[in-house]
């Protein structure tokens, strides 16, 4: 199954390359972008601090991505291709990795006033990180495959005013038949956005959204027990997790100044669960970005999401998330840059949200708490060369699990073609 997947991603890629090349006769189409990492990581098998199996060791990744943009007579295509390699000096289980993410991104012009707009988005994952690809905190090692294909019509309607409507379809596939059994998931979503251009440095819009998302094996008979972390009982049929969410909101964008640009959107959501002890639930959400740049050398981008999210849990059906992301970067001298940033989720689960497999009374409140930090210092040798080094340190803390702490300490030659 594996190098099957891998073989899907270097056919889709070659399909996708190949007319990108013919139509680019005379340019340059392609930019590659290469590093290569030595790197100490004091977790591999990202353990508890009492795990006996904890383990530290020296890696070496090989991180390339390709990407190939091409304007065309009514639009532009997009192509990126990121593939990672890694080895380990001293992993218990398979030392290697090779992961893959494939983005396409499409737009053309239909007529003066519609427009279309295309992403695809495929990525395969030997190691999970603890951030998954679709935004949950991730419990188990195991390889899956995510997708998720993204499409917008947008439709002018006056000069000022323009309708948005755009569909998703996002599935993830674990290789692991325990796992698949119980996590592998298809989500169906469509909206509507109204967008006015109220002055020149402001638009405004309103939204609706509906979302149905599915789990493929629920309510089959599991191959073992299944634990359900917050609560002491154990079942051999997969609980059904799904929902349907239907969402109402407006929103902001906002240019300030040349050095400030910022954008709001919230609004209301409920959620409709199949099989949980309690039928729906209802809750604001909110969404806020804001980008600065201090000075030509100094820049910061800020956002945070709060909103009820898809379970990260098999007990819960539903989490309250809030997500912030902070970074900045610098110029130290024209030679030398640094950066740094952080991730952080909470997610607080409800006992009233649990799948109805469950006795309410069983399972206990509780949350789960994971960031990641990383600065980086990069020194340029000459215009395609780059020298860097960098630590990342990410962090789980749980009501429901061990939890642990990774570091990650790396030197790097970054090459730019």
């Not at 996002?170 to 038949?177: G, L, P, T």
């Not at 050398?297 to 999210?309: E, G, I, M, N, P």
């Not at 970067?329 to 030679?335: A, M, N």
Request: hydrophobic fraction near 35%.
């Amino acid at each position: 199954m594996k190098k099957m997947r891998i073989w899907v991603v270097q056919v889709a890629c070659a399909a996708l390359v190949s007319p990108l090349g013919w139509a680019s006769e005379g340019e340059r189409l392609f930019h590659l972008e290469n590093r290569i990492q030595l790197k100490y990581d004091d977790n591999i098998n990202q353990s508890s601090d009492s795990d006996t199996n904890k383990t530290d060791g020296m890696v070496i990744a090989d991180d390339v991505t390709v990407t190939a943009d091409r304007n065309l007579e009514n639009g532009f295509i997009g192509l990126r291709y990121r593939t990672v390699y890694t080895a380990y000096d001293d992993r218990e289980t398979d030392n290697t990795d090779w992961n893959h993410d494939l983005s396409v991104i499409l737009n053309r012009i239909l007529t003066p006033r519609v427009t279309l707009g295309l992403v695809e988005n495929f990525i395969y994952v030997e190691s999970p990180e603890i951030f998954a690809a679709d935004g949950t905190l991730q419990h188990e090692n195991s390889t899956y495959l995510y997708n998720t294909v993204n499409g917008t019509v947008s439709t002018l309607i006056r000069p000022l005013l323009r309708l948005d409507t755009s569909g998703r379809y996002q599935f993830i596939r674990y290789d692991e038949q325990a796992m698949s059994q119980r996590e592998d998931y298809d989500i169906y979503a469509a909206g509507l956005t109204l967008r006015n251009q109220w002055a020149k440095e402001t638009s405004v819009f309103t939204e609706v959204r509906y979302e149905s998302q599915s789990y493929t094996g629920a309510l089959d008979t599991h191959d073992g027990s299944i634990s359900f972390p917050g609560s002491p009982e154990q079942h051999n049929v997969v609980p059904d997790r799904g929902f349907d969410t239907i969402s109402f909101g407006a929103g902001i964008d906002r240019i300030f100044t040349q050095q400030l640009n910022g954008s709001l959107r919230g609004g209301l959501m409920q959620k409709t669960y199949s099989e949980a002890n309690t039928d729906n639930e209802s809750a604001p959400y909110a969404e806020a970005s804001v980008g600065y740049a201090a000075s030509a050398s100094t820049r910061f981008a800020l956002s945070a999401v709060y909103s009820l999210y898809q379970s990260s849990l098999i007990t819960f059906v539903n989490q309250t998330r809030t997500s912030i992301g902070l970074s900045a970067t610098h110029d130290l001298t024209s030679k030398i840059s640094g950066s740094v940033g952080a991730t952080l989720i909470d997610s607080q689960y409800d006992a009233k949200d649990s799948v109805n497999t469950l006795s309410e009374a069983t399972v206990e409140d509780g949350s789960e708490t994971a960031y990641s930090l990383y600065a980086r210092l990069a020194y340029s040798v000459n215009r395609s060369n780059w020298l860097e080094v960098g630590v990342n340190t990410t962090n789980l803390s749980s009501d429901y699990s061990d939890g642990y702490d990774r570091n990650i300490f790396d030197i790097s030659w970054k090459t730019r073609l």
